[in-house]
């Protein structure tokens, strides 16, 4: 397989084991190792696992609330108000300093899990239209409450002045999709970003991978850019350290395993199937049992050291 970035194989070596979270997942993923691209220090997994059955694990797979990453931990008004937490609180911060905000009239978001940052922005900047592309059903509850329209990326007939994506393009299995953010971009709109940071000594320490399958560097985003043909306002790395990082790690995947040794599988599959709200409130009782304090992780939300686990920044069209 060749380099996603720069589409050459000259550069690329083995690099490591590809490590899965929940060793399941591999039915899905298949057997995998991690590449990695001297010439653009960019990490990937290879071969990547394909459409068909990637499509079939972000679709019923990946949100089921007993697995990582845990979402709608709590009751709906809770996840509703998540929009003011410290972190959502810090992308407005760093985007508000870069960007006049003023000026921004279509906001697209890129898997915009509850759409908290547009929520967030549109509070304060009224003129502002969401869009998003969000596949997960109880995400979209929340998104249309809070007046986003959700289309396929595909789809999408506006041009914007900001395109929002946190968390999301580590999960692709190419950038192709910078190509797609380039045409619905207006001249001189911005990409804001947030995705893991994977030098050296994120493979070093990290307990598991998956299910992210590329890994991304400062200079990677610097190819990134150079290949789209997009300006880097900046990139910066922040939140937990490493170390922090790999202790939260370990233990979202100790409470799947705790779960699932206390539950029969079968069982909660049966009452997904036959019995949702009987299944809702069996949810909130496993989730009860969440060894992650979340609000602990709030304070550590903090910017700028050599030594975070993610990488942010501003690309903007020319
Ligand atoms: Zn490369």
Request: proline share 4%; aromatic share 16%; charged share 30%.
């Amino acid at each position: 397989m060749n380099c996603p970035i720069c589409n050459s194989n000259k550069k690329s070596n083995y690099r490591c084991e590809y490590k899965f979270e929940i060793i399941e997942d591999k039915k899905y993923f298949g057997d995998l190792e991690i590449y990695r691209c001297e010439e653009c220090d960019f990490s990937y997994a290879n071969p990547m696992p394909n459409k068909k059955d990637l499509d079939f694990f972000y679709e019923n797979i990946y949100r089921l609330p007993y697995r990582p990453p845990y979402w709608f931990t709590e009751y709906q008004a809770d996840s509703e108000n998540k929009y003011l937490d410290d972190r959502n609180l810090n992308y407005l911060l760093y985007l508000s300093t870069l960007i006049d905000l003023k000026n921004i009239t279509n906001i697209y978001d890129f898997g915009a899990g509850i759409g908290d940052l547009g929520y967030a922005i549109k509070k304060k900047f009224p003129q502002v239209n969401l869009f998003c592309t969000e596949y997960d059903k109880q995400c979209l509850n929340i998104l249309n409450k809070r007046g986003y329209i959700n289309k396929e990326i595909e789809l999408l007939d506006k041009k914007f002045d900001l395109i929002i994506t946190t968390h999301s393009l580590e999960h692709l299995t190419n950038i192709e999709i910078f190509n797609r953010f380039n045409e619905i971009l207006k001249p001189n709109g911005f990409i804001f970003f947030e995705i893991p940071y994977c030098p050296e000594q994120y493979f070093s320490g990290r307990p598991y991978d998956g299910p992210h399958l590329l890994f991304y560097t400062k200079k990677s985003i610097e190819k990134i850019s150079k290949k789209f043909d997009l300006e880097v306002i900046r990139v910066d790395t922040c939140s937990y350290s490493f170390l922090e990082d790999y202790k939260f790690q370990r233990e979202s995947q100790e409470r799947y395993y705790n779960i699932k040794s206390q539950v029969s599988f079968n069982f909660i599959k049966f009452l997904k199937k036959f019995i949702p709200q009987s299944f809702i409130k069996m949810r909130q009782s496993i989730l009860n049992l969440k060894s992650v304090d979340e609000m602990s992780k709030l304070g550590l939300f903090t910017s700028n050291s050599d030594d975070n686990t993610y990488l942010r920044g501003i690309l903007k069209k020319n």
